[in-house]
């Protein structure tokens, strides 16, 4: 049963324009999300993250958008770049675990062309 | 910064040897976890401990078992490695309570190939 879910395996944008990555989930209980970038033979790497107590968070050219009525957020990336090409994880966690588990997506891979 | 340290980058082992993989955090964390990568299937948790000697089941904890006898150290353990757990393994750890930001940092990940 995938709580977290992201339904687009890879997209391709130009670079300079808006990459919007999508994610959603099942369990009402996740209270707290996260966003990582993971470079090929690299560990995953934290970009920004949005408690459930906000619709959005914003670093840099990173925004992060929570939908909780439709169990939906987002990752926008603007403009960009082609250093940006990687896969991006979506997570989340809840208090009813204590915060300890953090369950993950299944990943979508960005490429941004020069 | 946080240090997330996985000893062995790349590993090959054949199929019924036993497999550990080692894992270190320099930075006092409460939590430390075990995922794996698989293309299609994105980060699946294995276990995770939120204390010295304790211990809890992920997702896919079948064939696995772990190890934390000091804070700082974190072991996955295959006791009998098999062909389907050929796998990108991430250690990471975080620390305890919602007040941390629940950020997890991982590691740099071990590549195992059992042949």
């Known amino acids: 049963d995938q709580q977290v879910k992201q339904n687009s395996p890879s997209l391709s944008v130009q670079e300079g324009r808006i990459s919007i990555l999508n994610c959603d989930y099942t369990n009402s209980m996740f209270d707290y999300f996260l966003w990582y970038k993971k470079y090929p033979a690299e560990g995953p790497t934290f970009l920004i993250s949005?408690?459930?107590?906000?619709d959005k968070n914003e670093d840099g050219r990173f925004t992060v958008f929570l939908n909780k009525s439709a169990k939906h957020l987002s990752l926008h990336i603007v403009p960009s770049q082609p250093g940006d090409s990687a896969v991006y994880f979506c997570?989340?966690?809840?208090?009813?675990?204590?915060?300890?588990?953090?369950?993950f997506g299944t990943g979508t891979k960005l490429q941004v062309i020069p | 910064d946080v240090k997330v340290t996985q000893s062995s980058r790349y590993l090959v082992k054949r199929t019924g040897e036993k497999v550990f993989l080692e894992c270190v955090q320099d930075?006092?964390?409460?939590?430390m976890f075990w995922y794996r990568q698989d293309p299609g299937l994105g980060l699946r948790l294995i276990y995770f401990?939120?204390?010295?000697?304790?211990?809890e089941k992920g997702d896919i904890p079948e064939g696995y078992s772990v190890s934390r006898e000091k804070k700082e150290r974190f072991s996955l353990i295959l006791e009998s490695a098999s062909t389907n757990q050929t796998s990108m393994y991430l250690c990471?750890?975080?620390?305890?309570?919602?007040?941390?930001?629940?950020?997890?940092?991982f590691g740099e990940g071990s590549w195992l190939t059992v042949v």
């Open positions: 401990s939120y204390d010295v000697k304790m211990k």
């Open positions: 949005i408690s459930s107590i906000k």
């Open positions: 990471a750890s975080r620390p305890a309570g919602p007040s941390s930001g629940n950020t997890i940092y």
């Open positions: 997570a989340a966690s809840g208090a009813s675990g204590g915060y300890q588990k953090v369950t």
């Open positions: 930075m006092d964390h409460e939590n």
